[in-house]
T-cell receptor
């Protein structure tokens, strides 16, 4: 079956522009997560959705970061007024239920801010 | 102290030998432990997960968990060049919480 799909794979933006990153989780997966991965580091948690409810957004670095999952499937991570330190790989993961189940990752979006 | 710590490596192992990857974590309430493999430029791929103390084997991979010592490890038997990658240890830090806390990863190289 299809895995987690993310688009675009690569995004280049000028500092100050807004960007939107899309995640299409595995069909039927209740839980959806966003992580940020800097070069040479492990992924860092940004936010978590259970269906359409955003239950944890403690990892979002600033109020320029916003995520939504309005119908409980596709999710969008939006970054407003981008800055160079936002350059990273943004990973989306999903899991079937709401317990501590394994998370399955998409290929990520590599964001470069010039 | 970082919540999840791994030796960043690089760890170099000859082909056919056993590769041993180690991870320690700080939160005694941790319930679930995961090992992901990440090739350069690719996404993390789940290799193993373990919830209970002891060993869990899957093919050439064995995960070992010792909650008393707050230690989890991954053994790779009969290492192959295709096993060369970065291995990420991840922990669900608090019961009921969903997020994974990752170590920085250990870069493993298998030498033919």
């Amino acid at each position: 079956g299809a895995g987690v799909s993310q688009s675009p794979r690569y995004k280049v933006a000028k500092r100050g522009q807004d960007v939107a990153l899309r995640c299409d989780p595995i069909s039927g997966h209740v839980s959806l997560f966003w992580y940020q991965q800097a070069l040479g580091q492990g992924p860092e948690f940004l936010t978590y959705f259970q269906n359409e409810a955003q239950l944890d957004k403690s990892g979002l670095p600033s109020d320029r970061f916003f995520a939504e999952r309005p119908e409980g499937s596709v999710s969008t991570l939006k970054i407003q007024r981008t800055q160079q330190e936002d350059s990273a790989v943004y990973l989306c993961a999903s899991s079937p239920g709401t317990g501590n189940q394994p998370q399955h990752f998409g290929d990520g979006t590599r964001l470069s801010i010039l | 102290q970082k919540e999840v710590e791994q030796n960043s490596g690089p760890l170099s192992v000859p082909e056919g030998a056993i590769a041993s990857l180690n991870c320690t974590y700080s939160d005694r309430g941790s319930q679930s432990f995961f090992w992901y493999r990440q090739y350069s430029g690719k996404s993390p791929e789940l290799i193993m997960f373990i919830y209970s103390n002891g060993d869990k084997e899957d093919g050439r991979f064995t995960a070992q968990l010792n909650k008393a010592s707050q230690y989890v490890s991954l053994l790779i038997r009969d290492s192959q060049p295709s096993d060369s990658a970065t291995y990420l240890c991840a922990v669900n830090a608090i019961q009921g919480a969903q997020k994974l806390v990752f170590g920085q990863g250990t870069r493993l190289t298998i030498n033919p």
